[in-house]
């Protein structure tokens, strides 16, 4: 009786401890699920221009089947040409809207100055990043990331055209779409009473920015409002 006791109790034991170890891995695989599910891409867009400003920016976390927020060489969009013109980012927000989309508006919660970032999240499921801003003061410059690959890295960002206005950089608080100047300079240091570059040509297509000319016609200033280079500068963390 004494060996059937001691029996039983040996065999508890075992039971018990075969227990506690699947409990400690379901508990792993539940920690492991629930930090899958919450896991996320983390972007990072910085301005590293000398006295530009970004308007909100609309950010897509999507898949490689919802295209092109513009193409090279082709007429912009209506939607193209209210961010690029006015900093309006609904119109385009809206084409995204009905497809599997994370869409993430104005994350910096208003303008992005020169040297400032802001960061945000895209769900890990998504594949592709689209990005766009208007560039102030321009006629209608934008910066933007276009349909690409969600990876790890840093890419360099730059001045984009949308070819909708004649760059004629003259400041008349416009920014509807064909509503011709430059709505506005948040650096305050642009002339308001420049008559604007007589002989600048709406261009007609999406091309790389020429970036500011300046000049006595011009309201602004090359060497405070224009830029080098990149305009913006694109961190994605996995």
Known sequence: MKK?????????????VGCDRAKSTYEKVKFWEKDKKSDAVEVT????????????????????????????????SAQLQAVAEGGNIE???????????????DP???LLGPGESTTFKIDHRYTRLSLIAMILPTNDGFVAANNIIIREGTQELYAIDAGTEANDERITGGGAPNLPGIPADPSG????????????AIEG???????????????????IHGWTGAVAVLVIEM
């Not at 059937?4 to 018990?16: D, I, K, T, W």
């Not at 119109?91 to 508006?105: M, Y």
């Not at 240091?189 to 600048?200: F, M």
């Open 4 to 16: 059937v006791l001691l029996m039983a109790a040996f065999l508890l034991s075992v039971s018990m």
């Open 45 to 76: 867009v910085t301005n590293i221009t000398p006295g530009a400003f970004l308007t909100p920016i609309l950010a897509v976390g999507h898949s490689d089947e919802q295209g092109n927020m513009f193409e090279y060489g082709s007429p912009a």
């Open 91 to 105: 119109p385009i927000a809206g084409t995204f809207i009905a497809t599997d989309s994370q869409i993430v508006k």
């Open 108 to 110: 910096n919660g208003g």
């Open 189 to 200: 240091q642009a002339v308001a009473e420049a008559t604007g570059i007589a002989s600048a």
């Open 205 to 223: 297509k999406v091309d790389r920015h020429p970036g500011v000319s300046g000049g006595e016609a011009s309201a602004l200033n090359p060497q």
